[in-house]
């Protein structure tokens, strides 16, 4: 039976949650966006679990260079701003007043934070999707 597309599955779902919370260690976290030392580590050990779904030096690249440049710079928060960008005039906000996380300032620091998370992984899990439903 031939298989047919996928953009994600549950082994790349499980292979993204054990490289982004269970391998990623505090000192990763908190400096990642800070310094390409910490992104570039926190890069590669995010990979690491992607072994068990592909042994393609290229797609491991792919994921650990799309997840460096994801994380470095924090390219959700820019994702989130352009979306709320395409409500009406009067709810959208300049980006300099959004940068931290994409949404207004005045919205609640806790569901600022934990929409951004989630904008973040669906981020990843979209490039590693794309990454591994190619075929070799």
């Excluded at 269970?22 to 976290?29: I, K, P, R, V, Y």
């Excluded at 929409?115 to 899990?125: K, Q, S, V």
């Amino acid at each position: 039976m031939k298989r047919g597309f996928r953009l994600t599955t549950a082994d790349q779902l499980v292979a993204h949650a054990a490289g982004d919370y269970l391998l990623q260690s505090h000192w990763m976290a908190n400096e990642k966006t800070k310094a390409h030392l910490p992104a570039a580590a926190h890069a590669l050990t995010y990979a690491l679990p992607f072994l068990a779904l592909t042994r393609s030096p290229w797609r491991l690249a792919l994921i650990a260079g799309s997840h460096f440049v994801i994380d470095r710079w924090r390219l959700a928060r820019y994702v989130v701003w352009a979306k709320n960008q395409l409500a009406p005039a009067a709810g959208r906000t300049p980006w300099e007043e959004s940068q931290p996380t994409g949404y207004p300032k005045d919205a609640p620091a806790w569901l600022t934070v934990w929409l951004l998370i989630l904008a973040d992984n669906t981020l990843h899990a979209v490039v590693n999707g794309l990454i591994l439903s190619r075929r070799a």
